[in-house]
């Protein structure tokens, strides 16, 4: 069992920036991989990010690439999403999500998800 807990969302202007934490306990975090899944009001939720067990590989949308970075540190059990110059269709709440060894875009291959944080992007 994984346990998450998302942290870091807000209200930002237009073209600002936002850290969104992922904090993880319960068994070792480092054999997941991590995404992060924005789901917007009435929406599916999306891939934006992904990161694998190790950090040494990532994987970003169209929509999102050059502008979010994610990372992790596993001695922390934490996993992050940079988020730069942020558009108001970004606005969403954030799910992280772990999925076993190999990273995926699709949410319907994550085992364990947190409770969101919301990200409004105003215009």
């Known amino acids: 069992q994984v346990q998450l807990v998302e942290s870091g969302g807000g209200l930002v202007q237009a073209g600002g920036s936002l850290r969104l934490s992922c904090a993880a306990s319960g068994r070792t975090f480092s054999s997941y991989s991590m995404g992060w899944f924005p789901q917007a009001p009435g929406k599916e939720r999306e891939f934006v990010a992904t990161i694998s067990w190790s950090g040494d590989s990532t994987y970003y949308a169209d929509s999102v690439k050059y502008r979010f970075t994610v990372s992790r540190d596993n001695a922390k059990n934490t996993v992050y999403l940079q988020m730069n110059s942020l558009k108001p269709e970004d606005t969403a709440v954030y799910y992280c999500?772990?999925?076993?060894?190999?990273?995926?875009?699709?949410?319907?291959?994550?085992?364990?998800w947190g409770q969101g944080t919301q990200v409004t992007v105003s215009s």
């Open positions: 999500g772990a999925r076993y060894y190999r990273s995926s875009v699709l949410p319907s291959e994550y085992t364990y």
